[in-house]
């Protein structure tokens, strides 16, 4: 599955108003639900509440897993693929609070 489809998977269960959950739909394909006041992030904790849901759907969709080591979780998390799937969906929310929960979580690695 391309990142550009994860992403797009993604953004558009993160528009259902329900309660926030993760749930595999098929061999390589993840949803996350989160709730419509997480999207509009009214405030920075609730930005960043919804940007480590956004953060534990694109690890599980890119390789990584729930239970799985914190290195194989690191590995994942520094891959194209989860950086790719997360960015995607955060421009595509396009909510201030949350674009910049982003960039400042990848801040560190922009100046490494």
Known sequence: MTTKTLAA???????????????????????????RADLSSPTPALARRAL??????????????????RIVTQAVQASACWR??????VRR???????????DRRQPETRS
């Open 9 to 35: 998977l993604m953004l558009a269960t993160l528009s259902a108003p329900s309660i926030a959950r993760e749930m595999r739909i098929g061999p390589e394909r993840y949803t996350v639900t989160v709730s």
């Open 52 to 69: 480590r849901r956004i953060d534990r759907a694109a690890t599980a969709a890119c390789g990584g897993a729930g239970g799985s080591l």
């Open 84 to 89: 790719e799937a997360v960015g995607d969906t």
């Open 93 to 103: 929310i396009d909510a201030p609070l949350l674009t910049r929960a982003w960039q």
